[in-house]
């Protein structure tokens, strides 16, 4: 089955600096690949995704990079806020067959704290 | 548009006992997954539910069940309940054949 490593587990950062996260995965089957933020007690909600026919994605301070050849893709955050403190996670789903639909598979999560 | 709801939000079950936790599916999405997320972890897919029926499960053993209902909304039961089991639990909605899932705010569950 398919899995997912994130790093790093913790990542500290200044206000109005650059964050990045990566994920390795291990399914060449795997075509979408989503980042969820998780605040403390809230649900993981989805910032960013990408399909495999995409290399690079971006929505404003967010940008995500995939290469499929590698098998890792990478979550960017520019000019980070402390509201952007929380829990991300990368995740990666295969689309086979139909039956994969909800079946992504999460990477263990970085906890991002950005200082004012 | 409503998201997706889940009850209870909190509960405390000691082992061997049985749980029943519900949820509400976004408007329009008609496919269900459930996914158990430990302490420090990310969410791990227990089984998913499309058209009333199981189309999809995780590493998780036979007493880890499931229902989906007539107007999509679903169950997630679980029997003797273990210590391990406590978790949040989530829940997620999405459009059949769809990539994005909306995720309820989850159950949490201890077991003591």
């Known amino acids: 089955g398919e899995n997912v490593e994130q790093h790093p587990s913790t990542l500290s950062v200044q206000e109005g600096d650059s964050a990045v996260i990566k994920c390795t995965y291990s399914d060449s089957a795997s075509n979408y690949f989503p980042w969820y933020k998780q605040e403390l007690g809230k649900r993981p909600q989805l910032i960013i995704d990408i399909r495999s026919n995409v290399g690079e994605k971006k929505d404003q301070r967010i940008a995500v990079t995939l290469n499929k050849t590698a098998k890792h893709f990478s979550l960017h955050i520019t000019e980070t806020q402390p509201e952007d403190s929380a829990v991300y996670f990368c995740?990666?789903?295969?689309?086979?067959?139909?039956?994969?639909?909800?079946?992504?598979?999460f990477g263990q999560g970085t906890i991002l704290t950005v200082h004012p | 548009e409503t998201g997706v709801t889940q009850s209870p939000t909190h509960l405390i079950k000691t082992r061997g006992q049985q749980v029943t936790l519900r949820c509400s599916s976004q408007?329009?999405?008609?496919?269900v997954s459930w996914y158990q997320q430990a302490l420090g972890q990310g969410p791990q897919f227990i089984f998913q539910?499309?058209?009333?029926?199981?189309?999809g499960r995780g590493n998780f053993p036979p007493r880890f069940s499931g229902l989906q209902f007539p107007n999509y909304s679903s169950e997630l039961n679980v029997n003797a309940l273990e210590l391990d089991d406590s978790a949040l639990y989530l829940c997620a909605s999405s459009f059949p054949g769809a990539n994005v899932l909306t995720f309820g705010a989850g159950s949490r569950l201890t077991v003591l």
């Open positions: 539910y499309y058209r009333e029926e199981e189309n």
């Open positions: 408007s329009g999405h008609n496919t």
């Open positions: 995740a990666a789903k295969a689309n086979a067959g139909g039956t994969s639909y909800g079946k992504l598979t």
